[in-house]
């Protein structure tokens, strides 16, 4: 089977008009290479229309079909943050059961080869009777049963920043959804996991088998980031970028700014971010050394490019993080990181520009963050360039989607041959 001949049927979250990054980012650098190799994909999105970046609109071989979802922020039903959660979910659950019939209908005109449910896991728009048929291919971004841990083995941390009735919707929540999760999981054919550190929660967790998936890392825009040319910030500048909740380390970063000024160290340490939907630990950056150390709160997507070109080292302390766009994205912008070995992306960077310790160790943050820095002092084009280097040979989206392609192609073939026997 010569690539480019498959017909693909693509679910879940897709890209927005503006091409700043995160998940709709992934899905557009996903959707705009594959059809680069000439695959014909319909993708089926629960929400009302909207713009796609330009370059998915002029593709001849993407098809977008726009589902039934108004779901807007700020109305009776989303005004707070565990509205927004749970109206959210289901007013997308129920949106794809209404998607589904379009998919099946398409499917009978025009056959597909490959169902790709990009992000999450229990979606509902597949019809039953395609799956005898089609292999489903799943690529998520994240799974329940990780977010749920993280929130039970953090407890007394939620308990300082939000009530009771808070904390127990979510873990209620989250708790159903991984039930879900656990046995929707194992209807996909492949799962596209995004670091081998993922795929060992997901086997661990869901009982997936681990023969039926590969180790595929998300796709950067590199084109976003740039101007390597520069040397440290005075003083050097560590900057924490992400959601200030659950999973993501914050009370690490507290001790690591803490123990930073009790020592001495030349360094500032800038937290950049805000809380998600299902918590918020933003009162315990009360806790941070003003001396050395500030909260810059939420920012709009199109600006982290320009936070990254501020900073000389990316610091990302989380205790479960499937991925870490923002380490790919530092990368890219030829910042050195120092993450936990639970960062996928973080995964075969070169160690001089992607430092590795475990969650929770301050005192190997801390050390690796001084290494860091002299290095940058000694050698800091030398260094940038290598982080840039590491993110083009890791993050490319061309190399990205080629093993995409290669993994959709050898499946497709696995099953017809199988079904020809």
Same mark, same amino acid.
């Given at each position: 089977?010569?690539?480019?001949?498959?017909?693909?049927?693509? $679910?879940?979250?897709?890209?927005?008009?503006?091409?700043?990054?995160?998940?709709?980012?992934?899905?557009?650098?996903?959707?705009?290479? *594959?059809?680069?190799?000439?695959?014909?994909?319909?993708?089926?999105?629960?929400?009302?229309?909207?713009?796609?970046?330009?370059?998915?609109?002029?593709?001849?071989? $993407?098809?977008?079909?726009?589902?039934?979802?108004?779901? #807007?922020?700020?109305?009776?039903?989303?005004?707070?943050?565990?509205?927004?959660?749970?109206?959210?979910?289901?007013?997308?659950?129920?949106?794809?059961?209404?998607?589904?019939?379009?998919?099946?209908?398409?499917?009978?005109?025009?056959?597909?080869?490959?169902?790709?449910?990009?992000?999450? !896991?229990?979606?509902?728009?597949?019809?039953?009777?395609?799956?005898?048929?089609?292999? =489903?291919? !799943?690529?998520?971004?994240?799974?329940?049963?990780?977010?749920?841990?993280?929130?039970?083995?953090?407890? #007394?941390?939620?308990?300082?920043?939000?009530?009771?009735?808070?904390?127990? /919707?979510?873990?209620?929540?989250?708790?159903?959804?991984? /039930?879900?999760?656990?046995?929707?999981?194992?209807?996909?054919?492949?799962?596209?996991?995004?670091?081998?550190?993922?795929?060992?929660?997901?086997?661990?967790?869901?009982?997936?088998?681990?023969?039926?998936?590969?180790?595929?890392?998300?796709?950067?825009?590199?084109?976003?980031?740039?101007? =390597?040319?520069?040397? *440290?910030?005075?003083?050097?500048?560590?900057?924490?970028?992400?959601?200030?909740?659950?999973?993501?380390?914050?009370?690490?970063?507290?001790?690591?700014?803490?123990?930073?000024?009790?020592?001495?160290?030349?360094? #500032?340490?800038?937290?950049?971010?805000?809380?998600?939907?299902?918590?918020?630990?933003?009162?315990?950056?009360?806790?941070?050394?003003?001396?050395?150390?500030?909260?810059?709160?939420?920012?709009?997507?199109?600006?982290?490019?320009?936070?990254?070109?501020?900073?000389?080292?990316?610091?990302?302390?989380?205790?479960?993080?499937?991925?870490?766009?923002?380490?790919?994205?530092?990368?890219?912008?030829?910042?050195?990181?120092?993450?936990?070995?639970?960062?996928?992306?973080?995964?075969?960077?070169?160690?001089?520009?992607?430092?590795?310790?475990?969650?929770?160790?301050?005192?190997? /943050?801390?050390?690796?963050?001084?290494?860091?820095?002299?290095? =940058?002092?000694?050698?800091?084009?030398?260094?940038?360039?290598?982080?840039?280097?590491?993110?083009?040979?890791?993050?490319?989206?061309?190399?990205?989607?080629?093993?995409?392609?290669?993994?959709?192609?050898?499946?497709?073939?696995?099953?017809?041959?199988?079904?020809?026997?």
């Amino acid at each position: 089977m010569s690539r480019g001949s498959l017909r693909i049927a693509w $679910l879940g979250a897709g890209p927005l008009q503006q091409e700043s990054g995160g998940v709709p980012g992934v899905a557009t650098e996903l959707l705009y290479g *594959l059809s680069k190799l000439g695959y014909e994909i319909d993708c089926f999105f629960a929400g009302v229309e909207r713009e796609v970046p330009q370059r998915l609109a002029a593709a001849e071989n $993407l098809t977008f079909v726009w589902g039934t979802s108004r779901w #807007h922020w700020n109305r009776w039903y989303s005004r707070g943050r565990l509205a927004a959660l749970v109206s959210g979910l289901l007013a997308r659950s129920y949106a794809s059961l209404r998607v589904r019939r379009e998919v099946a209908r398409r499917h009978a005109r025009a056959p597909y080869d490959v169902v790709y449910q990009f992000s999450n !896991i229990e979606t509902l728009a597949m019809p039953a009777a395609m799956r005898r048929t089609v292999p =489903l291919v !799943i690529q998520p971004e994240t799974h329940m049963a990780g977010e749920l841990k993280a929130l039970i083995a953090e407890r #007394h941390l939620g308990a300082r920043c939000q009530p009771l009735h808070t904390r127990a /919707i979510v873990i209620a929540v989250r708790l159903l959804r991984t /039930i879900v999760q656990r046995s929707r999981i194992r209807r996909a054919r492949l799962l596209v996991c995004i670091s081998s550190v993922f795929r060992d929660h997901l086997v661990h967790d869901y009982g997936f088998p681990l023969e039926r998936t590969v180790v595929i890392p998300n796709p950067v825009r590199l084109e976003r980031f740039g101007n =390597l040319e520069r040397g *440290l910030a005075e003083p050097p500048a560590i900057l924490v970028l992400g959601r200030v909740a659950a999973r993501k380390g914050i009370e690490d970063v507290i001790a690591v700014a803490r123990r930073l000024h009790e020592r001495g160290i030349d360094a #500032h340490v800038r937290i950049v971010g805000g809380p998600d939907l299902a918590s918020d630990y933003t009162k315990l950056l009360d806790e941070l050394p003003p001396e050395n150390s500030e909260y810059a709160g939420r920012i709009p997507p199109s600006e982290v490019p320009v936070e990254l070109m501020r900073s000389d080292i990316l610091l990302q302390a989380s205790k479960y993080e499937p991925f870490g766009l923002t380490v790919a994205e530092a990368l890219a912008a030829g910042v050195p990181v120092v993450a936990t070995d639970e960062v996928g992306a973080i995964e075969g960077i070169d160690p001089s520009v992607g430092a590795t310790v475990r969650p929770g160790d301050v005192e190997g /943050i801390v050390t690796a963050i001084v290494a860091m820095l002299e290095r =940058l002092r000694v050698e800091p084009q030398a260094t940038r360039s290598l982080a840039r280097a590491e993110a083009e040979r890791r993050y490319a989206p061309e190399l990205v989607c080629g093993e995409v392609a290669s993994a959709l192609q050898a499946l497709v073939a696995d099953e017809t041959s199988t079904s020809r026997r």
